[in-house]
């Protein structure tokens, strides 16, 4: 079962770029979201490919191999190589750390890195505070961390400040740091591996790098999401100053990978959802942000690749104030209809195809859901075929029926 006898990485590339620019290419895009999905069929634990990535190689060229895809996604997973040695505490995944099953998944907890009382001194010196403070905090082995001095550079307290890193608890906490590093640097060598096994089997990378917008990230990385939405209510003007500060980050990402060369950058959004906040509260506190980023990225000569997670039916008038033809919205959970009305003329459109279809559901169930989604949204082009939210688990059988349905049924 394969259709990629002529298809090169060129008519793949033109493919999409024809739907971003919201007109009818040959056919349908196919472009499936996979995390850990690729190890589905391979033997592989999840721990073992965390450990070391280039287990994920022999899973990506079968996958590859087997379908059709116009648009590749890179294996995201946290690299547990790393974890391990930092002794990592704000994330669980199989393997011996946490006695979770080896085949099992991780998940990212929701902790609290920024006390309500620490806003000012995060605002003030965002850098030092997350090298003594949130390092410290994430990992166990890092603990040492909060004893090093590295905001003082006057005079003689430059000099003298380095005396914390005699510590011996600074000293340990450096060494953990440098094999960190180490193990960093094999994580990242093996992702490069993953983008050069897809373009020589002729197929584009899409998200090989991204960041989230500046008010996820505070939720995300510091405040947390039960602490953030109150924030919101009760002190909005330091949210507002920290949203600046990890917008600084988030442009740097951007910054980051256009230096890289890449053709998309993903933005994952969490916390801007319809049940999260009002839409006054979106306008003040995410949007902008949001907005920033895609435009820097556009204007870097990227495609933001925006993945809405969770409900997002009341923000689709806000999601067009973007330049036309220029970027990719991914929708878990969306009238997709009412998304194609509103925004395709605007933006390309993908997703909301629900991940559980193609784990729990039927074949006939799949055949039919594709064939409605293609209905209502291939019109005109503007839309690519992608499950709701980074895939972890599939079922063969219900893979094999999205994929031939689409490649039947999604031809202009």
Known sequence: MSYQTENTIDKRQKRVADVVALTEPDRVPFAPAIGSGYLEYSGISRYEAMMDMRNFNQPVIDFLTRYEVDLFWAP??????????????????????????NHAGFQVTDKTFLEEEQYDEFIRDPSAFLFNKVYSARHKNLRGLEK????????????????????????????????????????????????????????????????????????????GYINLPLDLLTIPDKVKAACDVMDVFSQQAIDGAAAMGVDYFFIPLHGGTDEMMSDEMYRTYYWPYLQKMINHAIDLGMTPYVLTEGKYNTRLEVLKEVPKGKVIYMFEQVDIANAKKVLGDTAC?????????????????????????????????????????????YERELMDAWYETTMTYGVY
């Open 148 to 223: 090093a001095v590295i905001n003082n550079i006057i005079e003689f307290g430059h000099y003298a400040s380095l005396s914390s890193f005699a510590d011996p608890d600074v000293q340990k906490a450096l060494h953990y740091l440098m094999r960190g590093g180490e193990e960093a640097v094999k994580w990242l060598s093996a992702s490069a591996e993953h983008a050069a096994i897809a373009v020589e089997m002729q197929t584009p990378p899409a998200v090989v790098t991204g960041c989230t917008c500046a008010y996820d990230a505070l939720a995300d990385m510091l405040r």
């Open 76 to 101: 995201t997973v946290y690299p547990a190589n790393v974890m391990e040695v930092l002794g990592t505490e704000y994330i669980m995944w199989p393997g011996p750390a946490w006695g979770i099953p």
């Open 349 to 393: 459109i993908c997703g909301n195809f629900p991940t559980t279809n193609l784990t729990y559901s039927t074949k006939a169930k799949v055949i039919e859901d594709t064939k409605r989604m293609l209905d209502i949204c291939m019109p005109g082009g503007g839309f690519i075929m992608n499950c709701s939210i980074v895939l972890e688990n």
